[in-house]
């Protein structure tokens, strides 16, 4: 089910201009193309309008508003074209407390199709996991699992090993 | 295709043989610094045919074979095994469970096997494109990635976009 | 000299005259995403001296004036104002408390000021190198700079040490 | 009181071994002069060895590490050369809770000589403010300071505006 590029890129605008506004709880944003020029080829640029504020340049937002700008168009793909699973390292690192419970709902939804694997430091992030598993370094500098947190334990199970979040 | 199993021995920090076994929704991995997190992201990026190094964050390939410790020996060899449940056919074979290996030796030599059966780089990364299956750029977001995207050009926007056409 | 207080109008989202009173010891700033925590870094950049945009994270000077949003109309100045403790002389001036005053305007001009009178960029960057104030890369870390900061070629980290000496 | 970049060198490099080997609980660490070659100058290397661990190139280090040796690298500046001030913004992100502890208790140690400014979501960095604003944006999408805790009080004082890190 190969779509071209145009009804990928409206797809995907129309999906990224959703996240963003349920993220930033407004707003507007959408995807534009810039035409080839100087040797570069087409490429693609975010345009992204935080609820109140004047239409501006991404690099004006702050270093969260922007993880969470970008996440907005990764879970805009993903809805477009849903891949079987996608990993995620910390990409919650620079969000505030509002900010990840709004992402971690978010992969509540998106789970229902693609499966997760997801690195995180973040309480509101380890809410909806399904499975934990915490991870060690070792005395002798092995890495070792821990254990594993079934559906429906509380993570105060996984004993002292895990950082007490 | 959803992943159920990833082993991984002597890859990188996990000297000894460990498992993480996926759930269908949202698995999360927790610890430390330097715990080894990460690797198990670079674990899977790797089982999936990723050829280059630095995406590997190493300077070459010898670089994801256990290194040694004070207290443990280098190894040899780094293996990493990746259960696939392909009960809806995605992956073009006969099999509903589909086990992907990936050996590499300190001499520079690399194998790969499908359901054990030994067979070459190139058949594993044209199976998995078939299926869309681990070769874009979203399926794995490596740690600060999210954090720099807006920093990218138009034209390395539009990839992702495009690999999800 | 330390910092006694910073006093910023119409700079980026602090349209309303907002003032800071720095401890001697450690102020911590906390706040949502997108709050204005590093616009208030980027005011300390900007009043002792700052030339470059990018380094304020705006692509032309006038993006620090405050641009407005849906309730209030953008204003034609931003101000700075920073109140320096000089008893231990450090600043070759004859006062005690110094305070240094940057404005801009949309019209492009730029107004310095060193208690009250008016004063050149030339002036002001030539008092604070001497007394080595706020003119090396090690004074304000922008957020992500220690993250990247390994990454940098080692001509660049030579930088670092070259301001300290 | 300026040295040569020689004796610079040498302090640092000491101080940086000492912050790091504080940091990671052990280990080693020194700097390393880089030669000019292909056009580029002279530059400097970290060279860093975790407790337990091989002599490796800085890149295997994980993400919290690397922000940790680079806060060593900084630290050690500032013991050689105090500079008055110094502002952080948001330094600790990647930081578990060991390493924030340990980021915040040498912070602590460090304002003695050096006033410092971090902007933070870490509560072990805010544990060591003496003083803390709460900025936050209001609904006409202006920065507002919320509050101030002096010396002695708690967090909570500050009403419900900071998210409850
Ligand atoms: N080939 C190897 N052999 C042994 N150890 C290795 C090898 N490659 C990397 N490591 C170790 O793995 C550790 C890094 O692990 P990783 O990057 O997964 O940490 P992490 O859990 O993601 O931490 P963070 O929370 O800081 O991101 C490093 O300390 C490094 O020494
Ligand atoms: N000239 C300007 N006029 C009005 N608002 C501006 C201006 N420049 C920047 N802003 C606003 O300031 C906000 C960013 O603030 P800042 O980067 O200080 O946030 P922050 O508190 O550091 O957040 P984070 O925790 O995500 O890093 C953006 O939402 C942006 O719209
Ligand atoms: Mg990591
Ligand atoms: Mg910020």
């Known amino acids: ?165 | 295709v959803f992943l159920r199993r990833l082993e991984l021995k002597g890859f990188k920090s996990f000297a000894r043989p460990t498992q993480f076994e996926f759930d269908r929704g949202v698995t999360v991995i927790v610890g430390p610094n330097g715990s080894g997190k990460s690797n198990v992201a670079d674990g899977l990026r790797w089982v999936l045919g990723e050829q280059n190094a630095r995406n590997l964050r190493a300077r070459r390939m010898e670089d994801i074979i256990f290194t040694g410790s004070s207290q443990r020996t280098p190894l040899g060899m780094a293996e990493a095994s990746l259960d696939l449940d392909n009960s809806r056919e995605e992956l073009p074979l006969e099999f509903t469970d589909v086990t992907l290996t990936r050996r590499a030796y300190r001499s520079g030599e690399s194998e790969y096997f499908i359901n054990r059966g030994r067979t070459r780089w190139r058949d594993v990364a044209e199976l998995l494109l078939k299926a869309n299956v681990g070769q874009n750029g979203y399926t794995i977001i490596g740690q600060g990635v999210i954090e720099n995207f807006i920093n990218l050009r138009p034209e390395e926007k539009r990839l992702w976009l495009e690999e999800a056409a």
Chains 1, 4 share one sequence.
Request: aromatic share 8%; hydrophobic share 40%; net charge negative.
């Open chain 1, 1 to 165: 089910i190969h779509h071209n590029f145009q009804t990928t890129f409206e797809t995907v605008s129309h999906q990224f201009k959703s996240y963003f506004t349920h993220f930033f709880g407004g707003g507007t944003a959408k995807l534009v193309r810039i035409p080839p020029s100087n040797g570069n080829e087409m490429g693609v640029e975010l345009v992204a309008q935080p609820p109140g504020k004047r239409l501006q340049n991404l690099s004006l937002l702050s270093g969260g508003e922007r993880a969470l700008t970008a996440v907005a168009f990764l879970f805009a793909i993903l809805e477009a074209n849903p891949s079987p699973f996608c990993v995620l390292d910390e990409v919650d690192a620079s969000l505030d407390e509002t900010n990840s419970i709004r992402f971690s709902q978010a992969l509540a939804k998106l789970c229902q199709r693609t499966q997760f694997i997801v690195i995180t430091h973040n309480r509101n992030t380890m809410q909806v996991a399904n499975t934990i598993y915490g991870v060690s370094m070792g005395e002798d500098n092995v890495s070792r699992v821990l254990s594993l947190r079934l559906e429906g334990d509380s993570p105060s199970l996984l004993g002292n090993e895990v950082p007490p979040y």
